[in-house]
């Protein structure tokens, strides 16, 4: 029920102090000032206003002389008085609070039944350094940053587009984050848009503790098929590439990073660094990784098959194994895996000066000393090794531990019914990945189903000026399209 502003500073403030609990939390500040010969009061949280604009503001209220509020005087105070751009008007005490609790400051003067809201708020925020996790040897450093009005700007600075749009959310009702929904207006399919909006529209919970993450769970509903059905970027080129295709971007405040929808695949698959680089070097690099990706599956299970295959051809002998174990193949390469996960989780918790150290002592030394006791073979040692490589290449953090995941299903497959496992889990794999879907579209598409122009596409890496269409499965409209990395 809405909560109606009294024309009287002194009933308002005692709601606005019973519903805050002022005097209870230190960081809700009232400042009693005189405007017009009137009392009034700003309401504000301590660290989230600029000083200097603020202090601009009550100079220029406290030099109203009397009678200058009188017919009409809010909005000549809002007209004529107020140095700032950023001012709106709330005839709504809750909503006043609300807009309070998300950094602006509230004006209230007495015998006015309105509240002026003056959005004067600052934001702690790290400054802008280039993501970790998607480097480039060219190309902008910029990265987004936990403000997500400063991460709209950065994608705004590189489409100068008026149907570009930026729809606020808000989401949680307690913590009502800030969620902003980013589109090309004459791109973007309008049915996908609706379709984002509703789902977020739909979030009925408190809040949303770990941002981004946690609105990703509620919308796309991921809880037993580990594959990402959202691209996360904290490269703003790389966002307004995607938005220029007709993907949608989903920011969130408090979070470094933007939700891409719909995705594919593929999507997960490439790098801005091929868009860097020239058309053949970005095709090479492009089939270098995949390739990786594919070796990060099959080298394990297709060597412990062959292996074990009887009459193996004798120009496959120099497969090995060369030397004998304690340790069954099958339970070593389960113990590498599992040791692998075990060095990157401890490498993200220690700190930098120690990770190099911790790197070598759990990759080399344990490695080393295992082979020469006798736990492990060199075999075992090369091809976990491989497996790390084209794990640590997969360009998306999320997609490689879900490949891991289903790595593990072949590799336990294999094990136990050699081929026949192997082809099994492998056609299983096909499936899941076949019937997933991002947002209503195949996650194998373009090839299933088949489309085989934008299947050359993904295989190369087309100079720009010959990318002259849009993915029509995403809703693309027209125009040139700028790929993404």
Same mark, same amino acid.
């Given at each position: 029920?809405?909560?109606?502003? !009294?024309?009287?500073? %002194? ?25 017009? %010969? ?24 406290? /030099? ?97 587009? $008026? ?9 949680? /009702? ?11 207006? !004459? ?7 609706? %379709? ?21 769970? +509620? ?50 698959? /490439?790098?801005?660094?091929? +868009? ?44 090995? $194994? ?14 590498? %895996?599992?040791?692998? !996960? ?100 195949? +996650? ?36 040139? !399209?700028?790929?993404?990395?």
């Amino acid at each position: 029920m809405a909560a109606a502003i !009294d024309k009287s500073l %002194e009933r308002n403030l005692e709601q606005i102090k019973t519903k805050l609990g002022v005097g209870v939390t230190f960081d809700v500040l009232i400042r009693e000032i005189c405007i017009g %010969e009137r009392d009034a009061a700003m309401v504000f949280i301590d660290g989230f206003i600029k000083d200097r604009e603020t202090v601009a503001i009550m100079r220029a209220l406290m /030099q109203i002389s009397r009678g200058e509020l009188g017919v009409n005087g809010l909005d000549k105070l809002i007209r004529r008085y107020l140095p700032y751009f950023e001012v709106e008007q709330a005839n709504d005490l809750d909503e006043a609070i609300d807009q309070l609790l998300a950094g602006p400051l509230l004006l209230l003067i007495d015998g006015i039944d309105s509240v002026i809201v003056i959005d004067v708020r600052e934001y702690p925020v790290r400054s802008i350094e280039e993501p970790d996790l998607e480097r480039v040897t060219r190309g902008s450093r910029e990265g987004f940053v936990e403000t997500a009005l400063f991460n709209v700007n950065m994608v705004r600075r590189r489409i100068r587009d $008026p149907k570009l749009r930026f729809e606020a959310l808000q989401v949680g /009702q307690r913590s009502k984050t800030d969620v902003f929904i980013g589109y090309i207006e !004459d791109i973007a399919d309008p049915s996908l848009v609706a %379709e984002v909006k509703q789902r977020i529209s739909k979030i009925n919970r408190d809040a949303l503790p770990m941002g981004g993450k946690n609105l990703e769970e +509620y919308i796309l509903g991921t809880a037993i098929n580990p594959l990402p059905v959202t691209r996360y970027t904290e490269r703003p080129d790389v966002a307004a590439a995607h938005m220029l295709e007709g993907h949608v971007c989903i920011f969130v405040d408090t979070s470094p990073f933007a939700m891409i929808v719909p995705v594919t695949f593929w999507h997960f698959t /490439q790098h801005a660094e091929e +868009y860097f680089q020239n058309p053949p070097v970005g095709t090479y690099l492009r089939w270098v990784r995949t390739m990786g990706i594919i070796l990060s599956m099959l080298i394990v299970p297709v060597w412990y098959a062959l292996v074990h295959t009887p009459n193996l051809p004798s120009w496959l002998d120099w497969l090995g $194994p060369k030397e004998q174990s304690v340790v069954p193949i099958w339970l070593q390469f389960l113990i590498l %895996e599992f040791g692998l !996960d075990l060095i990157r989780m401890a490498l993200v918790h220690t700190p930098s000066a120690l990770a190099t150290s911790l790197g070598i002592v759990g990759a080399i030394l344990l490695g080393d000393l295992a082979v020469t006791v006798g736990i492990f073979i060199p075999e075992t040692i090369l091809y976990i090794a491989v497996v790390a490589i084209g794990t640590f290449g997969t360009p998306s953090l999320e997609f490689a531990l879900a490949l891991r995941l289903f790595r593990f299903f072949i590799l336990v497959s294999t094990f136990l019914f050699n081929w026949i496992g192997l082809g099994a889990s492998l056609v299983v794999c096909f499936l899941v990945f076949g019937l997933t879907k991002s947002f209503g579209l195949p +996650y194998l598409w373009p090839l299933v189903p088949f489309n085989g122009p934008a299947l050359l596409r993904i295989i190369f890496r087309y100079p720009i000026p010959k990318i002259t269409m849009r993915p029509k499965a995403i809703g693309g409209k027209r125009d040139r !399209d700028t790929r993404r990395g």
